[in-house]
């Protein structure tokens, strides 16, 4: 039976997979991790296997919906021709809307086309899922490197001191942090003598794994963090190490530290403030330390502030760019800091505009997917009345989600690229289905700009696609032509030529590309025969920090990367350890790190007000947490992942259980200012009093959609409860953590003859 190896889409860990496939190539018979892989090593979770079953599962639309009835592809481009078309008649581009869902940042045909199809569009009604996300990061990052790729990461192989936030690796197999088997790795800091403390208000699989819990209070992070800069200045521990001389505005953030002793913030972070302050001592000992947070510290109040403080911490203590602390990756292909000029950019500016409703800030070229609602409800010039989302779920994903539900009935003209009928593409008039993973290439040109190893690794199509149906990046081309005003059968062929010329022309432009000032054509004739994502891929791979260049021009580049490199290389190309970056990795006007960039001390202004009022009441905060078998909202369906105990339950203390009279496995109702639902309770004392916990992407009961398996066990949409209202200022992120809800038993109706 041939094995071929791939790797595993699904979620940011990257896993080699190798996969038997039927002597005809027609079928997967079985998925394993690929021990050669030269980043995972054999690592896989349950999800890579669930593959298989996904490429399978009945539920997944195979054939185009138009207006819910099967259709050809010619007929569904041309109801979208129609339905888009009419609204864009008005000459109103912003009337329609596009929201770009996780999966798109794990496709690479999306990846590299959903921006050709935004930059045709040319609509401000841009949305995604990175604004209930990582976006405070990136902002963060965008304000202190320069651009909001430029996020450190820990360098978890060699670190010796490991402080996570917000983040359960072991559930979600990392974030911000690609790295195939985080708990091998998390346990190997460990074996070599090196410390992982966790800071969540839930002891989680991580915390249980790690040498130190501490249960910190929803959305006080920023507390603890700017306590610890206190820390480290106050006893004269600051050292800023191979970072100093790129290091600016040091004073200011002292400065806004300086009020914020671990003494002050233990009421309101609930943690003492001895072990702040033996936290801060620990990092500033360590060998190597490496600060990390994740989604429990961008989906907050504070989320930008806070994760702005992270990488404070690790400047503080030296740690910011040497081995074992937090570290720049060096992706192969297709990062904004392998380009242009080394050290210098135009940096990162925010709010450059703002959404029509609320006056949101726009955060890199997107609005806040919390008035999503607004801008559909409300009447006027601009007034969204048209929606393409590729791979997204925002019904079930995104804050008040019983309000977006109703907007999306109203729409005027809906279209869905995706693998699946649910919650949000029931509401579609039209539903393009992508090929499933299997089917499609791979690349992870967003996810190895996070990833603990520059490593890469291409994988061609395992499965044929029906010849009817286009590729992922053909559909979004044909959308391009569709909002263009070409047609329904615009020549896609003819687009993505275009694209290509223009990515080449942009190399051809610039003086430290390996194609500059060649003959453009000559470099499309180098690329050719190939076409689509494959040759955007050669081309960023070959002007890649690793890349060959165009040796057939006399243009050879600094290594041997191509995508023919790639090719004979089926479990990877390892270009090594992270390795220091400064200053070229740097993209800010002046060619420094802006330690305490003014939109971020202008937000930490909040942080005295937050002092005084967290402290622990009667009222509960509902904060989130993921499974290993799920994925964010679409990976209920496949009965691998689906079966075992029920996973949409409610996590209560017992000691809040006894006080609300909550009883295990009984019903609660759990309300909040926007919504309630009713979830099972779980009594366990993993939880911080005064905190419950309910994953997110459940609630699959909902009349219209086509998730068989998934509705036996529909559990509840927790975003019918978080507030649209409640943002992070900066990037109008969704606050998804600590939203102050009242929980209350559900009374069974009481039996005949019985006093209630
Ligand atoms: N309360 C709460 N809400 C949250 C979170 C939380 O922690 N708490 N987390 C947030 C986070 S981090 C994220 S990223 C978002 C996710 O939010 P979304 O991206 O909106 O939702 P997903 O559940 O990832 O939905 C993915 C969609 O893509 C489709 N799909 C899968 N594969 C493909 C493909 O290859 N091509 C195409 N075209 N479609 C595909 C699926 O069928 C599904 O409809 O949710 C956010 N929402
Ligand atoms: N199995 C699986 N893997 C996934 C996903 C999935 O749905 N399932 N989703 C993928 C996606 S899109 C993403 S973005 C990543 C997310 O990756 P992670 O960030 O690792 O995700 P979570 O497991 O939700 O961990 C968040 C943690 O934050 C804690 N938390 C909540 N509020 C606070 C707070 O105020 N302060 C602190 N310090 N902690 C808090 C929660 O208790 C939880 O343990 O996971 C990815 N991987
Ligand atoms: S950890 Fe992520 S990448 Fe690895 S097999 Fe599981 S879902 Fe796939
Ligand atoms: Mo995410």
Request: with cysteine.
């Amino acid at each position: 039976m041939p094995t071929a190896y791939r790797t595993c889409p699904l979620c940011e860990a990257t896993c080699g997979l190798a996969i038997d496939v039927s002597e005809d190539g027609s079928r997967v018979e079985r998925i394993r991790g690929d021990a050669d892989d030269v980043f995972s090593h054999g690592f896989l979770c349950p999800k890579g296997v669930s593959l298989k079953e996904l490429q399978e599962d009945p539920d997944r639309l195979r054939h185009p919906l138009v207006h819910g009835e099967e259709a050809t592809w010619d007929e569904a481009f041309a109801e979208a021709d129609r339905l888009l078309g009419g609204v864009l008649a008005g000459g109103d581009r912003d009337a329609v809307a596009v929201y770009l869902g996780n999966p798109s940042a794990h496709s690479l045909g999306a990846m590299l086309y959903g921006r050709v199809l935004l930059k045709a569009l040319g609509s401000r009604s841009l949305f995604s899922a990175s604004t209930v996300d990582q976006y405070p990061k990136q902002a963060a990052a965008g304000l202190m490197f320069g651009s909001g790729a430029t996020v450190p990461v820990p360098d978890l192989d060699r670190t010796s001191f490991l402080l996570v936030l917000g983040a359960n690796p072991m559930a979600s197999n990392g974030s911000l942090m690609t790295a195939p088997d985080v708990r091998g790795r998390l346990r190997a800091i460990r074996a070599r003598g090196g410390r992982v403390v966790v800071v969540d208000p839930r002891r989680t699989r991580t915390a249980q794994e790690a040498d130190a819990w501490l249960p910190i209070r929803p959305g006080t992070d920023a507390l603890l963090l700017a306590a610890l800069g206190q820390v480290l200045h106050e006893e004269g521990l600051i050292r800023l190490g191979a970072a100093e001389q790129w290091v600016a505005r040091v004073d200011e953030l002292l400065e806004l530290v300086a009020p914020f002793t671990p003494e002050a913030v233990a009421a309101a972070t609930g943690l003492e403030a001895g072990a702040i302050r033996g936290l801060a001592r620990d990092l500033a000992a360590a060998d190597s330390a490496a600060v990390y947070g994740r989604i429990g510290t961008t989906t907050q109040r504070f989320g930008a502030v806070t994760s702005w403080l992270v990488d404070v911490v690790n400047v503080l203590t030296g740690n910011l760019d040497r081995p074992g602390g937090a570290m720049f990756p060096r992706p192969l292909a297709g990062s904004p800091n392998t380009g242009g000029r080394p050290g210098r950019g135009r940096g990162t500016q925010l709010g450059r505009w703002s959404s029509r409703v609320r006056g949101l800030p726009e955060v890199l070229g997107e609005l806040p997917v919390a008035t999503l609602a607004d801008e559909i409800e409300t009447p006027g010039q601009g007034q969204v009345r048209g929606l393409i989302t590729v791979a997204g779920n925002p019904v079930v994903s995104t804050p008040n989600a019983a309000r977006l539900d109703a907007a999306f009935a109203s729409l005027d003209a809906m279209v869905s690229v995706d693998i699946y009928r649910n919650e949000t593409t029931r509401h579609a008039h039209v539903v393009l289905p992508a090929p499933p993973p299997l089917e499609k290439s791979h690349y992870d040109v967003a996810l190895y700009g996070f990833a603990v190893r520059d490593v890469a690794n291409y994988s061609p199509p395992l499965l044929p696609r029906d010849p009817a149906a286009p590729d992922e990046w053909e559909i979004l081309l044909r959308l391009t032509g569709i909002v263009t005003g070409q047609g329904p059968a615009a020549d896609v062929a003819a687009i993505d030529r275009f694209v290509a010329a223009g990515m080449v022309g942009r190399e051809v432009a610039s003086p430290t590309s390996p194609a500059h000032e060649l003959d453009p054509e000559a470099v499309l004739e180098v690329l050719a025969p190939r076409v689509g994502p494959e040759r955007l891929l050669d081309l960023m791979l070959r002007c890649g920090p690793e890349g060959a260049g165009f040796p057939e021009l006399c243009a050879p580049g600094p290594g041997d990367v191509s995508l023919a490199a790639l090719e004979a290389a089926p479990h990877g190309i390892d270009a090594g350890p992270l390795r220091a970056r400064l200053p070229e990795v740097l993209r800010t006007p002046d060619g420094l790190i802006d330690l305490a960039p003014e939109p971020l001390i202008a937000a930490a202004g909040a942080l005295h007000e937050l002092v005084e009022s967290a402290r622990d009441g009667d009222g509960m905060l509902l904060i989130g947490r993921r499974h290993l078998r799920s994925n964010n909202s679409w990976m209920h369906n496949l009965p691998v992942l689906a079966r075992g105990p029920e996973r949409c339950t409610l996590l209560v203390h017992p000691d809040d259980a006894n006080r609300l009279g909550l009883v295990d496995g009984a019903a609660a109702c759990i309300r909040s200012r926007v919504g309630e639902i009713e979830l099972p309770v779980e009594v366990t004392d993993e939880m911080r009093p005064g905190v419950v916990s309910a994953p997110h992407g459940w609630g699959h009961d909902v009349a219209g959609a086509q998730l068989r398996v998934a509705a036996e066990r529909p559990g509840a949409n927790t975003n019918v409860l978080t507030d649209e209202l409640d943002l992070e200022p900066l990037t109008g992120t969704a606050v998804l953590n600590g939203i102050p809800v009242e929980v209350v038993p559900v009374r069974e109706a009481a039996p005949a003859g019985h006093a209630a």
